[in-house]
């Protein structure tokens, strides 16, 4: 195992995601005996990064790791939680909710703790006077029950900037983004890259294979995808999530040393990603909002559109949420107006249409939060 500085700690170079722990038969019920093996193989193997979170297996995630890592001494490892603002509550209680996860996870305080995926959907919650919830984990780290804050987020590039620009990106000291060689270009992976070195903010990484999309891409083995990664500026902890045994033993091969790839194997596998988009190929150069009769910001819904045609629903569905009605795909009146001036000679009303027929199928983000906060009153009334 290789390890990255972060302020005087020597992390792991590959973190462990608890986020998809294996199952039983019944496919609900976390198989505690075998994440017990697979976390003690990755502890023999040189990890020392653990991360949970609140809607992780209805908070059985936060329970069974903790559980398992506290059979080891509590210097030998890093845990990180995430407060769950994004999950749509009535009402937001920091202090209510930090005090519990500390009691699932067993701990007097956690390594690492971040506000969990700001973004469009959650914006509102975040910055919401009424719940303090910047405010609160900021005073917890000075309590040193956090010993390093941060933030994950699934932002688009504009609030991205905004992020970083304001309240939030003051307090934290590192971002977990979503990063892999085929959102490099596809989520403007590249620019936040950019952004995050450009302020000195380290870089931990999420989905770096999509959530094994990108694992069995055959031009591209699945440790080349991590390689170019982890081999990223700025990058410190790559995070995987591990639901068999087999995931453990190849990750640790893959980061047993640092492997930097050549020039021609970058060059090599950016080519293949360009063959894994789907959709339209809109440049944004904007020439179809002009003439919109409704508005619309075409490029940004059309970009959208494009990561849910190459695989990924729920930024998609959690961007449209975000909008007023009168600004999502279904709001198109199918003039054909934009298509008439557009140099790409899309069917932008036929893309737009189908975006509002594929978002209408998708599982929308606020019924997955009500599903998440049944298991969760579940779980406490267990507690």
């Known amino acids: 195992m290789f390890y990255n500085d972060f302020q005087g700690l020597k992390l792991s170079a590959l ?3 608890a986020m998809r722990l294996p199952l039983l038969p019944d496919g609900k019920t976390v198989d505690s005996d075998l994440t017990a093996k697979m976390i003690d193989t990755a502890i023999r193997g040189g990890v020392n990064y653990f991360d949970t979170a609140v809607p992780y297996h209805g908070g059985e995630s936060e329970r069974i790791v903790g559980e398992i890592l506290n059979r080891y001494p509590r210097e030998s490892w890093y845990l990180a939680d995430k407060y769950p603002g994004h999950q749509h ?5 920091p202090a209510e909710t930090f005090e519990r996860q500390l009691k699932r996870c067993g701990v007097e305080y956690f390594d690492f703790y971040l506000y969990h995926n700001i973004c469009e959907n959650d914006i509102a919650d975040y910055m919401d006077p009424r719940w303090g919830i910047l405010d609160y984990f900021v005073e917890q780290r000075k309590a040193g029950r956090i010993r390093h804050l941060g933030m994950s987020t699934h932002a688009s590039l504009p609030l991205f900037r905004e992020l970083l620009d304001g309240p939030y990106g003051q307090v934290i ?7 892999n060689y085929l959102d490099w270009t596809l989520q403007e992976a590249a620019e936040k890259v950019r952004l995050l070195n450009e302020r000195g903010i380290p870089i931990w990484v999420m989905e770096p294979v999509r959530g094994g999309k990108l694992a069995n891409v055959p031009e591209v083995p699945v440790e080349e995808a991590f390689r170019w990664v982890s081999n990223l500026p700025g990058v410190t902890v790559t995070l995987s999530g591990m639901s ?3 995931h453990v033993e190849g990750n640790l091969r893959t980061f047993s040393e640092r492997c ?5 194997d970058q060059t090599r596998i950016l080519r293949v990603a360009e063959t894994l988009k789907k959709g339209v190929p809109c440049t944004a150069c904007r020439y179809c909002c002009d003439g919109c009769p409704v508005g619309l910001d075409i490029p940004t819904l059309l970009r959208s559109y494009n990561e849910m045609e190459s695989g ?3 930024g998609p569905v959690m961007f449209v949420e975000s909008l007023p009605e009168e600004q999502r795909p279904s709001a198109c009146v199918g003039c054909g107006q934009c298509a008439s001036v557009c140099p790409q000679n899309i ?3 036929a893309a737009l249409s189908d975006f509002t027929d594929r978002y209408a199928a998708a599982p929308k983000w606020s019924d997955i939060c009500r599903d998440r906060q049944a298991a969760e009153a579940a779980a406490a009334v267990a507690e």
């Open 15 to 17: 973190g462990f995601g």
């Open 89 to 93: 509550y009535p009402v937001f209680n």
């Open 173 to 179: 000291e590192f971002c977990q983004i979503q990063l």
């Open 244 to 246: 068999a045994m087999e």
């Open 260 to 264: 930097p790839l050549t020039e021609a």
């Open 312 to 314: 990924s629903t729920l």
């Open 347 to 349: 069917d932008i009303p």
